[in-house]
């Protein structure tokens, strides 16, 4: 086959092998300006519109992610206020449970205290006048004893007039008299 071309190539002596013929860069010149033109006028048009469209679509989505980060810190700023918030509410509440708590047992304290001290002056004032009652008792008793001793001792009968009271008064009076002088 080299032969076949080297022999075409000998009988047309004339042209150069590296330069095509003038009808063939005539006819690759119009296919080419027609394939340029194509590509000018129909597919940059469209090629750019999709890439406007896209970097469009692109912005808008660093716009959108943009004002939703700052939407996110807001709310985290909001959100961390209202924590902080929360936490001094929940502070102010524990310190106010606190003092109402020590305020009512200091109250109940109190009024232990207050029922403890009536109780201690009712039992008190009781026990004074069961003493007093057992005094009256007691000397009436010692007194009636004492003069039927007196009786007994001296072999008559004695009534229990005024003197014979007063004897017996004089004598317990004296006896506790010394009782508290001892203490």
Do not use: H
């Not at 590509?39 to 940059?44: E, F, G, N, R, S």
């Amino acid at each position: 086959m080299l032969n076949a071309l080297v022999t075409v190539a000998a009988e047309e002596g004339d042209q150069n092998l590296l330069l095509p013929a003038a009808y063939d860069i005539i006819w690759s010149a119009v296919c080419f300006v027609i394939i340029a033109l194509v590509i000018i006028l129909i597919a940059l048009p469209r090629l750019n519109k999709v890439l406007d469209a896209r970097s469009a679509a692109i912005e808008g989505n660093i716009e959108k992610a943009d004002e939703a980060q700052r939407q996110a810190e807001a709310a985290l700023v909001e959100y961390t206020q209202q924590l902080a918030d929360a936490r001094r509410e929940a502070g102010e509440i524990r310190e106010g449970a606190r003092a109402d708590g020590k305020k009512i047992v200091d109250e109940a304290r109190s009024t232990a205290v207050a029922e403890a001290d009536r109780i201690a002056a009712s039992a008190q004032t009781q026990i004074e006048a069961e003493r007093q009652s057992a005094m009256v008792s007691l000397r009436q008793d010692v007194g009636s004893i004492a003069l039927d001793l007196a009786g007994n001792v001296i072999g008559e009968t004695m009534n229990e007039d005024a003197k014979a009271r007063a004897v017996v008064d004089r004598f317990l009076a004296d006896l506790e008299a010394s009782e508290k002088a001892a203490k």
